[in-house]
């Protein structure tokens, strides 16, 4: 029901996605405006309830289902991700980490009006974590440094470490004692979050051997 003494432009519809839908009254005409009221129920159009939701999600190698499936009692929910491209039954899948968008709407029946969704809804697949470890090393004092080497740890079963790419030194010296071995690199390679752990370069002390001969 509408106030007959104004037009309809006097009004604001909306839709809190819990109550269905509503009129709000219009502050921006010069008079005082009427009071919000309610005006229509459900009837009419394919409402959603409960709303399609954002899913908490990391990278597991997998497709994933970006959100949790809409109800429509009236209707059939369909849904897209992107801006692009048709309107489908199914939940929208993605495998890799990303921010990506989810559009949704139901498709009415028995004579119920459609409903599409003003805004989308934004879902991330977060980085999967991952170590990298440097391994520690030894070495007898003169000697050639050996070759220094990491370990990478939390890759998704079946995936290279090769997909993580990485430096590795150790701090300058040559004297007896530890060294510290640094790993480093980008935190975010593609579907991984990296963190680095150092590992220790010791330096041991080098055993001289002394033979005494005879004196003439």
């Known amino acids: 029901v ?12 909306g839709y809190d996605g819990t109550n269905g839908l509503k009129l709000y009254s219009n502050t921006s005409y010069p008079f005082e405006a009427p009071e919000i009221q309610t005006v229509l129920t459900s009837t ?5 309830s409960p709303l399609p939701a954002a899913k908490d999600l990391t990278y597991n190698g997998e ?14 929910i369909k849904y897209r991700e992107g801006t692009e491209g048709e309107y489908v039954e ?8 990303g921010t990506y968008s989810v559009y ?9 009006d459609n409903y599409v ?10 980085p999967a974590p991952v170590t990298v470890t440097a ?3 030894s070495k007898v004092y ?9 370990t990478v740890t939390g890759l998704i079963s079946g995936e290279s470490e090769s997909l993580i790419n990485y430096t590795i030194s150790r701090a300058a010296g040559e004297e007896v004692g530890n060294y510290t071995i640094t790993p480093a690199g980008e935190a975010l390679q593609d579907n991984y979050n990296v963190s680095f752990e150092t590992g220790e370069l010791t330096i041991s002390k080098k055993t001289v051997g002394i033979t005494w001969g005879e004196t003439s």
């Not at 509408?2 to 519809?13: A, E, K, M, R, V």
């Not at 009419?44 to 959603?48: D, P």
């Not at 949790?68 to 209707?75: D, I, K, N, P, Q």
């Open 2 to 13: 509408i106030d007959n003494n104004y037009p309809t432009s006097y009004y604001t519809l």
């Open 135 to 137: 391994e520690n090393k």
């Open 44 to 48: 009419g159009i394919a409402l959603i």
């Open 117 to 126: 969704a003003a805004e989308p809804i934004i879902v991330t697949i977060g």
């Open 142 to 150: 003169g000697e050639t440094d050996p070759e220094l080497t990491a």
């Open 90 to 97: 199914t939940i929208p899948t993605k495998k890799d980490a």
């Open 104 to 112: 949704y709407m139901s498709e009415g029946n028995d004579g119920y």
């Open 63 to 76: 497709l994933q289902e970006l959100v949790t499936a809409g109800e429509c009692e009236h209707g059939t």
